[in-house]
């Protein structure tokens, strides 16, 4: 069955729904996919992993990767990483996100907008919103995670918001060694510049990233751009 318009949008025409009617979001999120002829968000959900990118996205990510995923609000750069750090449960490693942005009833919400339930996951899955989060805090957290374990960051830019972290760059090149020492899976949700206009170019790419701060792109090595169900991926040759 088609969908009459790309996951995101009829995401974010729950995410509408649920503030317009004043109800949660994954009823909103059931009543469109009724509409879309489903009994249910999981059902549609279920279907549209099978053909999801994640999986394929994951299959291509290794132990020590640093990876940047960039895109606009609202076309997905979140649940993308989200569904990344499920495809790593799946596999029977740990994923753990921080954010700076989201609270954990945010992030359950996203988890279920992806057809997931973190109760299948058991002790997989860690969450973690401190006001603190900069490299230093994010490697004494992982002291003990084991090799290949996916970590989600939220977001690139806000890690040297405070003034008494070290540059962003000091702090991108500690998690780089710290990922290839430990074997983990690093991965940045990144902020796009305003000035990225998708009628020039379907996707946003590395030179479209949004630096307030100094920072050499290259320390990525592999990088993924969404733009209106677009996905590009690419890793460093």
């Given at each position: ?6 996951i995101y ?121 401190s006001d ?80 307030p701060n ?24």
């Amino acid at each position: 069955m088609k969908l009459s318009a790309p996951i995101y949008l009829l995401k974010r025409k729950a995410r509408l729904l649920s503030r317009e009617e004043n109800i949660p979001l994954h009823v909103a999120l059931d009543r469109i996919a009724v509409k879309e002829g489903f009994g249910g968000w999981s059902l549609l959900a279920t279907k549209e992993s099978a053909a999801a990118p994640a999986g394929k996205l994951f299959a291509r990510l290794t132990p020590g990767d640093l990876v940047l995923v960039g895109a606009r609000p609202g076309h997905g750069k979140t649940l993308i990483s989200l569904e990344l750090a499920v495809e790593a449960m799946k596999s029977g490693n740990r994923s753990v996100f921080f954010t700076l942005e989201y609270t954990k009833n945010d992030v359950l919400d996203r988890f279920r907008t992806i057809g997931a339930e973190l109760t299948h996951f058991d002790e997989l899955f860690e969450f973690d919103n401190s006001d603190a989060i900069s490299a230093d805090y994010i490697i004494k957290s992982l002291g003990l995670a084991p090799r290949g374990t996916l970590v989600v960051v939220d977001y690139l830019q806000l890690l040297d918001q405070k003034r008494e972290n070290p540059e962003l760059m000091t702090q991108i090149r500690k998690l780089k060694s710290f990922a290839r020492d430990r074997e983990l899976i690093l991965v940045f949700i990144s902020q796009i510049d305003r000035s990225y206009d998708p009628l020039k170019k379907p996707c946003p790419d590395i030179g479209d990233v949004r630096l307030p701060n100094p920072l050499d792109l290259s320390l990525f090595n592999k990088t993924c751009f969404l733009n209106k169900g677009e996905i590009r991926f690419q890793a460093a040759s």
